[in-house]
């Protein structure tokens, strides 16, 4: 029975996520998932809070490359702070490239808890799960909001001294306002030819001149 009940979960985030990928998130209707599965819009509610929480568990396959680059960002060399401009690269390079389901996971209603959306994708598509023993790196994806995740990330650069503790705690918030004030901005023009490059570049060297600003000198 419960393999039933995850098979139908399943096809039902497939189907959602089809639907972003032809009409945008706003574009998921209830009636539109559960004709592609062949099932009444009823079903949909047995199986989720609501339709607003198998959005963002469909969304979650939209991000599943930003997801699996995090790991190489982690093992790469360099110390906490520029692994931090590294991250905030790479993911407005993602971001910026399709602002409404970023906005959606990262700032939406449920950002929050993200944590618990990506425990319940995974249980859905285990195969999908990341298999590593990096504990920093689960800690950081299953952690409260995108402040608290990014604020993760500061504290260790000034448990090595490269920053003040305060300092962290504002720069994880001026940087997140920074990346969603300006993702909302190109919330309709994205798509332009070269917008989303020039935006996601715009982004990451005001997000890094702001660290340099608090950044201790070695």
């Given at each position: 029975m419960m393999e039933v009940r995850n098979d139908?979960?399943?096809?039902?985030v497939e189907a959602t996520y089809q639907?972003?990928?032809?009409?945008?998130?706003?574009?998921?209707t209830a009636r539109e998932v559960a004709k592609r599965v062949g099932v009444?819009?009823?079903?949909?509610?047995?199986?989720?809070?609501?339709?607003?929480?198998?959005?963002?568990?469909?969304?979650?396959?939209?991000?599943?490359?930003?997801?699996?680059?995090?790991k190489t960002i982690n093992d790469d060399e360099e110390n906490p702070v520029e692994k931090d401009i590294l991250g905030?690269?790479?993911?407005?390079?993602?971001?910026?490239?399709?602002?409404?389901?970023?906005?959606?996971l990262f700032w939406g209603k449920y950002n929050d808890q993200l944590e618990v959306a990506l425990f319940d994708y995974y249980k859905i598509?285990?195969?999908?799960?990341i298999h590593n023993n990096d504990a920093f790196l689960i800690s950081s994806l299953f952690s409260g909001g995108i402040e608290e995740r990014d604020f993760?990330?500061?504290?260790?650069?000034?448990?090595?001294?490269?920053?003040?503790?305060?300092d962290a705690k504002f720069l994880s918030?001026?940087?997140?306002?920074?990346?969603?004030g300006m993702l909302m901005e190109h919330m309709s023009d994205y798509t332009v030819p070269g917008v989303a490059q020039k935006a996601a570049?715009?982004?990451?060297?005001?997000?890094?001149?702001?660290?340099?600003?608090?950044?201790?000198?070695?």
């Open positions: 139908t979960k399943r096809r039902l639907v972003i990928q032809e009409k945008g998130v706003e574009g998921v009444t819009p009823t079903v949909i509610y047995r199986h989720f809070e609501n339709l607003y929480y198998l959005t963002v568990l469909a969304s979650i396959i939209c991000i599943s490359d930003y997801l699996e680059t995090l905030w690269e790479n993911f407005n390079r993602y971001a910026f490239a399709n602002p409404p389901i970023y906005e959606t598509f285990p195969e999908a799960s993760i990330w500061m504290r260790r650069g000034a448990n090595e001294g490269l920053l003040d503790y305060e918030r001026t940087n997140c306002l920074i990346a969603h570049a715009e982004c990451t060297a005001l997000i890094e001149r702001n660290i340099r600003k608090y950044q201790k000198k070695c």
